[in-house]
């Protein structure tokens, strides 16, 4: 099973709402990613965890929360969304080395479309 | 720093044509180079790889060579089909670092 799957494919949401995007991998990998990707712009990452820890913040706004329940779980938590968070939020995971970095070879999922209104 | 430079798009092209995109990057060491491809309202899949100079990575017809010389890792296919229209993301991850550097992706249409 070499899937990376997320849910829900789309979400509307108001500024004062608070919802949740959930990702969900059963390769087994140990790090697991957020990434945002505008209309026509790569990727940008936004968290890494390794091991279920936050590794990486990549200086997002506090209105976005990631967690990582187990190994094969991720949230993100969403609260306070602006209209520019609209985008395409990617989940990715990877192995994690023997040297405790995760292995460049990263699994995407297929993304949750948000609308921010 | 690290970055990648692909070949402007938008370019489209009639079916069984010959695709090449144009991929140099920057990077301290050796870096490991992806080709990622992006489908209509789909993530990213993973294309093809290469890890040290001169490995070919190849995957559904593409191919692309790692060439540590000119510092490219150009993508080819050379017959396309309507089914490979997408958004095409050249990569790479830093020797010493696991995240992954994108170009600005360039989108092929392939026409009937």
């Known amino acids: 099973d070499t899937e990376v799957t997320q849910t829900p494919k789309h979400l509307v949401m108001g500024m004062t709402n608070k919802k949740s995007l959930k990702c969900e991998q059963h390769?087994?990998?140990?790090?697991m990613y957020w990434y945002k990707q505008k209309a026509k712009k790569p990727p940008e990452l936004m968290f890494v965890?390794?091991?279920?820890?936050?590794?990486i913040n990549e200086s997002v706004p506090s209105r976005f929360s990631p967690e990582c329940p187990n190994s094969s779980l991720l949230n993100l938590h969403l609260h306070a969304l602006q209209p520019e968070d609209s985008a395409l939020y990617l989940c990715?995971?990877?192995?994690?080395?023997?040297?405790?970095?995760?292995?460049?070879?990263?699994?995407f999922g297929p993304g949750t479309r948000l609308t921010v209104t | 720093g690290n970055s990648v430079t692909q070949m402007e798009g938008p370019v489209t092209l009639s079916e069984e044509a010959f695709l090449t995109i144009n991929c140099t990057y920057t990077?301290?060491?050796?870096?490991?180079l992806f080709w990622y491809v992006q489908y209509p309202g789909e993530g990213l899949q993973l294309l093809l790889k290469?890890?040290?100079?001169?490995d070919k990575g190849s995957n559904k017809g593409f191919e692309a060579t790692y060439r540590k010389e000119t510092t490219s890792f150009h993508l080819e296919k050379g017959s396309v089909q309507v089914s490979d229209s997408a958004v095409y993301f050249c990569?790479?991850?830093?020797?010493?670092?696991?995240?992954?550097?994108f170009g600005a992706g360039t989108t092929v249409t392939v026409r009937a």
């Open positions: 990715a995971s990877s192995r994690l080395l023997s040297s405790g970095h995760p292995s460049y070879e990263q699994y």
């Open positions: 390769m087994g990998h140990r790090a």
């Open positions: 965890y390794s091991y279920e820890k936050l590794s």
């Open positions: 990077a301290t060491g050796y870096p490991s």
């Open positions: 290469a890890t040290k100079a001169d």
């Open positions: 990569a790479l991850s830093p020797s010493n670092d696991y995240k992954l550097s």
